[in-house]
């Protein structure tokens, strides 16, 4: 069974600043691995997908990796802003026949002015 | 941009009330998905539906749930007798799959359900 880890649980940094949020899944076996940011009690906005066949993929001032092999991924969030405060969730498709995410427990960032 | 909708965005409810959560899937996608967020807890699977069936169901998708794809374009969660603890935040999902699929999974933003 999938288990996905996101740590830290919550960051909180100073405006300008680049930093890693990380995850880690258990089953390395997967198809694909997806970011997504979470507002206050929104939606979920999806930010980057990673196939299981790619190393990383970038939009923006985002850029994901994917290690297969370790069981992990990075986001890197690089010159943040306030705008960036969110809680972001990373999640793993098994694939199989149903294609159905296993999400971690995100990790909330604060971006302050 | 297509997009998954959903209604009602809140829903209050006396326990033991029957809810009915609605979605509009994206028009040319093949599977669909209900997922449930606890308040502070994790996005959880509960259901993936394909060609007209459930293909995989969670064990909190139980006997008071059950799920329906009306008329082609629509595509429900009903929970029958609604406890406490379905409070929660339900998400629809959908997602294409065939030789072009990314393997993106779509949410829409999200049906609240409080339960008093």
């Known amino acids: 069974k999938q288990e996905v880890t996101q740590i830290p649980a919550a960051l909180s940094v100073p405006e300008g600043e680049n930093l890693v949020l990380n995850c880690s899944f258990t089953d390395s076996a997967i198809y694909n691995l997806q970011w997504f940011r979470q507002d206050p009690g929104k939606g979920l906005t999806s930010l980057l997908l990673i196939q299981s066949s790619q190393r990383e993929q970038t939009s923006g001032r985002l850029n994901a990796s994917l290690d297969k092999s370790s069981g992990r991924s990075t986001l890197y969030i690089a010159a943040s802003q306030p705008g960036d405060s969110a809680t972001y969730l990373c999640a793993a498709d098994s694939g199989g026949s149903n294609y159905k995410l296993t999400f971690g427990k995100g990790t909330l960032l604060t971006v302050n002015p | 941009e297509p997009e998954v909708t959903q209604t009602p965005s809140h829903q209050v409810t006396q326990m033991g009330q029957e809810v009915i959560l609605r979605c509009v899937p994206i028009s040319n996608h093949l599977y669909f998905y209900w997922y449930r967020q606890i308040l502070g807890q994790k996005v959880e699977f509960l259901v993936s539906f394909y060609n007209n069936e459930i293909s995989e169901k969670s064990e909190i998708f139980d006997d008071q749930f059950s799920v329906e794809r009306p008329d082609g374009s629509n595509f429900t969660l009903k929970i029958r007798s609604t406890k406490l603890e379905d409070s929660a935040m339900y998400f629809c999902?959908?997602?294409?799959?065939?030789?072009?699929?990314?393997?993106?999974?779509?949410f829409g933003e999200g049906s609240r359900l409080t339960v008093l």
């Open positions: 999902a959908s997602r294409m799959t065939g030789w072009d699929d990314t393997g993106e999974l779509f």
